[in-house]
């Protein structure tokens, strides 16, 4: 297709690398083009297809067997998206009282749904057991005093820091988790006050592409698991997080590599293999959407300038907040017809602030024909576009979704 835009640092990824396989990408973006080119929604929009939603739920739990598989809500809160996911067997991880009210509308049981953010109010902690949620995560005293005293009898499990092993396209620094010391004396304490100490919890950072990033975090929870245990609290659970990433502009591991390089380390570090849990969310609905954008100005700050600023009507405020520091690199293609020449380009949003830049250091192309009033599409869209974006930061409204399914629309927000 004219207009095909990827970062010249990367390059296109070897086949053998992406997860899925082109073909069923290729699939998805047809069925999602031929809705917007059908319906022609006003931009900019999300357009996410829920089968493959559910394929690729699938096909990661095929790979995880033995786990439990919970879908991160926060990656896309959809209620069609949560709707399909409940009817194909998926657990969910939650971070608020408004995540457990779309799950349970939804139709998920509330015994589905693990309360996995370590930062809650009381008042948080008392609408979800109310709710019939039973599984919590912590990382401080404060927070287990709480569940205590409000989710009498709760399951318990702490998340541990990783501070060691590589670094993920966007890591989550110090925010979460405890060191292993104070993960094993809040173990014994959530025993000691009532609770259910049931595990260990942890996560190598979002868009993880080295899956031996899992080994170190796995050998620290191992640790936690033998110390708590000569205390007399033996644990059963280990939550190895999501973080697996997908080939945007570049190379990633396939599912299944994931899988292995997981499993192996469970294998090497535990006697005895826990209940196993992971926590995708990128994984399940990235691949599954598509932002369509409008280009609104086509400039060269001055006419020696080698690149052009495309502006869009899309920006970092209302649905690309990942492109800060440009972590997440989106593959971008001019829709329609284009000339074959194409030239360097730094992409913007469409709002007053500075910041609103999307790619300045990362290359790419577009095609010296495009024009305000063309579109553009922006790939594997579906995950933290939608679920990041403000409110009407500049008066620009979120970003539109559609879901449909077999190619025909179920949901417009």
């Not at 994931?258 to 992971?278: D, G, K, N």
């Amino acid at each position: 297709m004219s207009g095909l835009t990827w970062p010249l640092a990367d390059g296109r990824p070897e086949p053998s690398t992406i997860t899925p396989t082109l073909d069923r990408v290729n699939d998805t973006v047809a069925r999602l083009r031929h809705f917007l080119d059908t319906y022609r929604p006003p931009t900019p929009c999300l357009v996410v297809d829920v089968d493959t939603v559910v394929d690729r739920y699938t096909r990661l739990a095929s790979a995880f067997a033995g786990y439990r598989v919970q879908y991160a809500v926060k990656a896309n809160p959809h209620p069609a998206v949560l709707r399909a996911l409940t009817a194909a067997g998926a657990a969910f991880d939650v971070a608020s009282p408004g995540e457990i009210d779309l799950c349970l509308a939804a139709g998920a049981a509330p015994t589905s749904l693990s309360y996995g953010n370590t930062i809650k109010k009381p008042t948080d902690i008392a609408r979800a057991f109310a709710a019939g949620v039973r599984e919590y995560t912590v990382d401080a005293r404060s927070d287990l005093d709480n569940l205590a005293r409000l989710a009498p009898g709760a399951e318990v499990s702490v998340r541990l820091l990783v501070e060691d092993g590589p670094d993920s396209v966007t890591p989550f620094g110090h925010k979460f988790g405890c060191c292993a010391e104070d993960a094993v004396r809040l173990l014994v304490l959530a025993s000691e006050r009532g609770l259910d100490p049931v595990g260990v919890s942890f996560h190598v950072g979002s868009q993880q592409l080295d899956p031996e990033a899992w080994d170190v975090a796995v050998a620290e929870a191992a640790k936690v698991f033998t110390a708590t245990a000569e205390r007399g609290v033996p644990l059963r659970r280990l939550n190895v997080g999501g973080g697996f990433g997908l080939p945007y502009t570049g190379a990633a591991p396939s599912t299944e590599t994931y899988a292995e390089a997981v499993t192996a380390a469970v294998r090497a570090h535990f006697p005895t293999v826990p209940e196993l849990v992971c926590e995708p969310g990128r994984a399940v609905v990235a691949e599954a959407g598509l932002i369509r954008s409008e280009v609104v100005v086509v400039s060269r700050k001055r006419p020696t300038d080698p690149h052009r600023w495309v502006f869009l009507d899309v920006g970092r405020y209302n649905g690309l907040a990942e492109t800060e520091n440009e972590a997440i690199a989106y593959r971008i293609e001019a829709v329609g017809d284009q000339s074959s020449e194409d030239g360097p380009v730094i992409i913007a949003g469409p709002t007053c602030d500075g910041d609103d830049v999307l790619y300045q250091r990362t290359p790419y192309r577009l095609p010296l024909s495009l024009r305000a009033g063309d579109v553009v599409d922006l790939l594997d869209a579906g995950a933290y576009t939608a679920s990041y974006s403000s409110v009407a930061f500049n008066g620009i409204e979120p970003l539109r979704t559609y879901c449909i399914s077999e190619g025909r629309l179920i949901s417009a927000e």
